[in-house]
């Protein structure tokens, strides 16, 4: 079946600095990857759309300048927290669709803390 | 736009009870309509999915659901619970045949009791 990696499973960093979560369709091409983030005993929340070779989408509220999202390839997007700060501290999934099947796959989550 | 209720925060019932999930949806056309199931810390994992034709949808782990058009309802069902079934549980509405906007509901926590 298709598989949706991320990495780091974990990750801890200090307040101010950046961490890149990376996306990886391991099976299948995703000509478009998904960002969520999911509080503690939350929902996911969508943050942005992106397409490969395209700029993100980004969802009403979420700040683009904080969340940079890169898709240079069809099997690969990156999340990257800038500056981050405590409040940034989540649950990350991405999930990719299948150019061919219009499902969603969903990567086994990235937990950041931000100290 | 499209979106997703799901009715109880918290269940709880016993091993080798039947259980069942409820999700409301509200959108104009035909929904895509998925259940996903998440352990903790964990990603999120398809049950099943409804696109079109029969109703009655049957999904892994021996889940299955139904799509009620006339009460906007896609509820999630299993007829006897195992205590790995424990998990939260999500229901999800996508739009068009693109599926791009995915929407979720709040998530429906399951307790097994022994």
């Known amino acids: 079946g298709a598989v949706v990696s991320q990495h780091p499973s974990r990750v801890i960093c200090k307040s101010g600095t950046s961490v890149k979560i990376e996306c990886r369709s391991l099976?299948?091409?995703?000509?478009?990857m998904f960002w969520y983030r999911q509080f503690p005993k939350k929902s996911l929340m969508l943050m942005a759309t992106?397409?490969?070779?395209?700029?993100?989408?980004?969802e009403q509220g979420v700040e683009k300048d904080k969340f940079l999202i890169n898709h240079a390839s069809l099997t690969l997007s990156t999340l990257t927290v800038t500056s981050a700060h405590p409040e940034d501290s989540s649950f990350y999934i991405c999930s990719a669709r299948d150019r061919l099947f219009y499902e969603q796959y969903f990567g086994p989550g990235t937990r950041l803390t931000v100290t | 736009a499209q979106s997703v209720t799901q009715p109880d925060i918290h269940i709880t019932v016993s091993e080798g009870a039947s259980l069942e999930l409820r999700c409301n949806y509200s959108?104009?056309?035909?929904?895509?309509l998925f259940w996903y199931v998440q352990s903790p810390g964990q990603g999120l994992q398809l049950l099943l999915k409804?696109?079109?034709?029969?109703?009655l949808v049957q999904g892994i782990k021996g889940f299955e659901a139904e799509f009620k058009r006339s009460q906007s309802s896609f509820n999630l069902r299993k007829p006897s619970v195992h205590w790995s079934d424990a998990a939260e549980y999500f229901c999800a509405v996508g739009a068009g045949e693109e599926n791009n906007d995915m929407r979720f509901g709040a998530g429906t926590r399951l307790t097994v009791k022994p």
């Open positions: 959108y104009g056309a035909t929904p895509y």
């Open positions: 992106s397409n490969e070779g395209s700029k993100a989408t980004y």
């Open positions: 099976d299948f091409q995703a000509t478009t």
């Open positions: 409804y696109f079109s034709g029969d109703t």
